[in-house]
T-cell receptor
Framework: DAKTTQPNSMESNEEEPVHLPCNHS???????IHWYRQLPSQGPEYVIH???SNVNNRMASLAIAEDRKSSTLILHRATLRDAAVYYC???????????FGKGTLLTVNP | DTEVTQTPKHLVMGMTNKKSLKCEQH?????MYWYKQKAKKPPELMFV???????INESVPSRFSPECPNSSLLNLHLHALQPEDSALYLC??????????????????FGEGSWLTVV
């Protein structure tokens, strides 16, 4: 399974943009890039996913490098409710099994 | 309705007990999953059911026994567990697209989890 590397933790201020990086240098051509987040005492929550092109949704934007070896999750205006562990994950193989990496703990300061 | 409901939220059991964790979804998803999450670690896949048939068992010890009685329900039967099995157990579900479960262009929905403590 291809692996992802993320910083252990990041800090942001409320209402500022946050860029969460992820390296996945061994990604294969058919692997999707997914981001999930996990708030304290809750199950993981889907944020966004993409294959090759940049993606936007109401929660965030996903910027994928041209060689697909890295990606960045962008939260445009962080709120206190965005404080969570953010997992960059790859899904691939015959059934697109979702395998979680270690994640980045995002702290948002008021 | 985009909910996956898990019961109980908390369970304390002895090493000789038999208990079950339950999971329910009404999104019409035909793939359901059990993940295990230890404190400060990422979730780890345990089992996958697709169309009520076991598709994946990630070498999970037999003291964990999954069951999928119908397309909306998923159980995890627990017997003779060890203290190191204490963890958050997460249920999830997703569509099956072009015969494939998992997260291709697909979202996996997670429940809030059942906190299990083995004493």
């Amino acid at each position: 399974d291809a692996k992802t590397t993320q910083p252990n933790s990041m800090e942001s201020n409320e209402e500022e943009p946050v860029h969460l990086p992820c390296n996945h240098s061994t990604i294969s051509g058919t692997d999707y890039i997914h981001w999930y987040r996990q708030l304290p005492s809750q199950g993981p929550e889907y944020v966004i996913h993409g294959l090759t092109s940049n993606v936007n949704n109401r929660m965030a934007s996903l910027a994928i490098a041209e060689d697909r070896k890295s990606s960045t999750l962008i939260l445009h205006r962080a709120t206190l409710r965005d404080a969570a562990v953010y997992y960059c994950t790859l899904s691939g193989g015959s059934n697109y099994k979702l395998t979680f990496g270690k994640g980045t703990l995002l702290t948002v300061n008021p | 309705d985009t909910e996956v409901t898990q019961t109980p939220k908390h369970l304390v059991m002895g090493m000789t007990n038999k208990k079950s964790l339950k999971c329910e979804q009404h999104m019409g998803h035909r793939a359901m999953y059990w993940y295990k999450q230890k404190a400060k670690k990422p979730p780890e896949l345990m089992f996958v059911y697709s169309y009520e048939k076991l598709s994946i068992n990630e070498s999970v010890p037999s003291r964990f026994s999954p069951e999928c009685p119908n397309s909306s329900l998923l159980n995890l039967h627990l017997h003779a567990l060890q203290p190191e099995d204490s963890a958050l157990y997460l249920c999830a579900s997703s569509q099956v697209i072009r015969g494939m479960w998992g997260a291709s262009g697909n979202t996996i929905y997670f429940g809030e989890g059942s906190w299990l403590t083995v004493v």
